[in-house]
């Protein structure tokens, strides 16, 4: 692989691509490429879902990884699974940017330490209003001293229970205690989804459906509420943008001890 000067990136991805996805969008590569992505940077896409991992040695010349989301489990032990982890733990020992979304967000603080379990309050689905801490950094999205809540697309039913020794809660809900949380100036998980449009959350509580995962009451709740609210996607790209490529950094003391290569085991892995 042959690296040029110009900023790179890398998408985690732990989905395979669903046929509406790809009939639509070419993939979730051009989802995730469509809200994060600036002219100029150089995107790869690693399928760890199935296996697909960036080389240790090449990982030194990304500046920065997001992990998507993924109907498997945070805290199974799938391969990939503990692969995926290991590997966050030497991207955060080397300081590189990570984003995490949904289980992107769960599996970095499974990778550093915290715990992620079942929701006690079930499926979360539709759009979320999401309360930011009194100090977050809103100066990033022009509206510095404000108090800020944003609505985000959601669709989990598993979440953050614990974060991490040193990681700071940066926004909750009503449902979710730890919407949003950040581990230095070099982590970020967001629970929810700023990638995600009104149409691919419509497709997959369909597909939710289809395959009895959320009973109907749940998944026309869902959809009435999407006609009738709208996520606020452009501040959620903007949240993204400013962590992934620097502009904003955010103060949260680092604890983290292992620097480890993901082909080593470690015990916050093994659970």
Known sequence: MRFQDSKRYALLLAVTDSDY?????????????????????????????DGE???IEELRYYDGFVVSGSPSDAFGDEGWIIDLCFLLQTLISMKKKVLGVCFGHQILCRALGGKVARS?????????????????????????GASLDLAIIECHQDEVIEVPKGARVL?????????IFAYGD????????????????ENLIDRLLTNNSIDE???????????ETQADRKHWEMICRSFLKGTWLIDVPQHFESVVSYQTKCEKCQG
Not at 186 to 201: A, C, S
Not at 217 to 227: S, T
Request: proline share 2%; net charge negative; glycine share 10%.
């Open 21 to 49: 996805v790809k009939k639509v969008y070419g993939g979730y590569f051009n989802v995730f490429m469509n809200a994060l992505a600036d002219e100029g940077e150089n995107w790869d896409l690693f399928r760890v879902v």
């Open 53 to 55: 991992f960036p080389k």
């Open 120 to 144: 006690e309050t079930g499926w979360d689905v539709g759009n979320r209003r999401v309360s930011f801490a009194t100090d977050f950094d809103t100066h990033i999205l022009g509206c510095e």
């Open 171 to 179: 926004a909750s809900s009503e449902k979710t205690a730890v919407e």
């Open 186 to 201: 070099h982590v970020l998980g967001i629970q929810g989804h700023p990638e995600y449009t009104k149409d691919i959350l």
């Open 217 to 227: 009451i749940l998944g026309e709740k869902a959809k009435l509420q999407l006609e």
